[in-house]
């Protein structure tokens, strides 16, 4: 074999080596392919776990509505110290998950912030952050996906008795023992506003008296005023009273002295604060009587009489009156009687032309009656 021929031999023989190759090696890489696109094929998604997820919130139907009497426009709950705030308050729970939820309860505590930590509250009748109300805890049964239930406190849930008065708020806790495993465990509370204060009920007006004070005493009754006064304050209008013009301040009572240069026989807004702060209702437009004294009456000068005396008689009506007449007058009945002189504390009248009778007495001022009144009588001449 010549030289030329051997080359050529080579030649077809490494090419055909070569092809082998390549064709194993496609053939392997293939088949491969195939395998991965079986093995993925063959893989299933795992199944979406089904869980509850509670949501707690409270209903408006208490909010709307004005708790004291004599306190409006307020959007929130008001109540004394150890007062009962869940009179019309409704919590409703509801379960947004897609699985029930069983066996689990929704605790009511009150606390001065809005964090409530999601464990079990501890009961105390004293006041502490957090503490949960007496009748405060609340259970459900069960409750399936996507339904809801109104809850309503127990009529004796209350606030501690020593609760200090000012704002708070009161919480709801949903399932706070973590029994329940939940989609999302950061939507389990809720919260209101309360407002612990005071309530000033009604007021009530005393006359100047000789002795003691010898004040005119305005007295208001109510509850939740505290065993003393501290460092609270009385308003009646823009005038402050405080330790030194008080003659009672119990739970239920309060007796404040006013001043002889008081504006009498004018309307006043009256409520409480303590360190600058409102803590009571507001008792609005409360008329303060000019105080006409039943058993004060002098002569022209100025000796004691009894409450009667002849028709066209000057007499001196004592109290605790404006430093100046104005627009006020001296009726008997329905008669206007002739001022003769006017100061804070004696008015001089000539009695009106009457036939011989008893008579209301009082001060009137564009039509209404602004002092208490007092019985007189017309003796014949």
């Given amino acids: 074999m010549n030289k030329h021929k051997i080359q050529t031999t080579f030649i077809i023989i490494f090419s055909a080596v070569i092809f082998l190759i390549s064709v194993e090696i496609k053939s392997q890489t293939t088949i491969k392919k195939k395998s991965r696109v079986s093995q993925v094929q063959q893989i299933k998604p795992l199944p979406t776990l089904k869980l509850p997820d509670l949501t707690v919130s409270f209903r408006s139907i208490f909010i709307k509505r004005k708790t004291f009497r004599g306190l409006s426009g307020s959007s929130d709950i008001t109540t004394i110290p150890g007062g009962i ?73 209350k606030i501690p008795d020593n609760t200090p008065l000012g704002n708070y708020y009161l919480g709801a806790v949903v399932d706070p023992g973590k029994k329940i495993l939940e989609k999302n465990e950061k939507n389990n509370t809720s919260y209101i506003k309360l407002k612990v204060w005071a309530l000033i009920d009604r007021i009530g007006q005393t006359g100047y008296w000789p002795g003691a004070s010898g004040s005119f005493e305005l007295s208001l009754y109510g509850s939740g005023f505290g065993d003393n ?70 002569d022209e000068n100025g000796n004691p009489i009894p409450a009667e005396a002849q028709a066209g008689s000057i007499i001196g009506l004592d109290g605790l009156f404006s430093p100046t007449q104005g627009d006020r007058h001296v009726k008997f009945g329905n008669v206007h009687a002739q001022v003769i002189s006017w100061n804070t504390h004696t008015i001089k009248i000539r009695v009106p032309n009457l036939p011989p009778a008893q008579y209301d007495v009082y001060i009137e001022r564009n039509g209404m009656r602004i002092s208490f009144k007092v019985k007189f009588r017309i003796i014949p001449n």
């Avoid at 929704?106 to 079990?120: E, G, N, Q, W, Y």
């Avoid at 502490?128 to 109300?133: F, H, K, T, Y």
């Fill in 85 to 157: 705030p869940g009179k019309g308050i409704r919590v409703l729970v509801t379960n947004i998950g897609d699985a029930v939820a069983k066996n689990f309860f929704v605790d009511i505590v009150l606390s001065t912030d809005t964090r409530f930590p999601i464990k079990f509250a501890t009961y105390s009748p004293n006041f502490c952050e957090d503490v949960l109300l007496k009748g405060g805890r609340l259970s459900v049964k069960t409750l399936e996906p996507g339904a809801s239930i109104s809850l309503k406190l127990h009529r004796m849930c």
């Fill in 229 to 298: 006064i501290g460092n609270k304050i009385v308003r009646v209008g823009t005038h402050s009273f405080g330790t030194n013009n008080m003659e009672y301040w119990i739970k239920n009572q309060i007796i404040v002295c006013l001043p002889d240069n008081f504006p009498f026989g004018t309307f006043q807004d009256i409520w409480i604060t303590k360190n600058g702060k409102t803590i009571s209702n507001k008792k609005k437009h409360v008329l303060i009587y000019m105080d006409l004294e039943s058993s004060m009456f002098t």
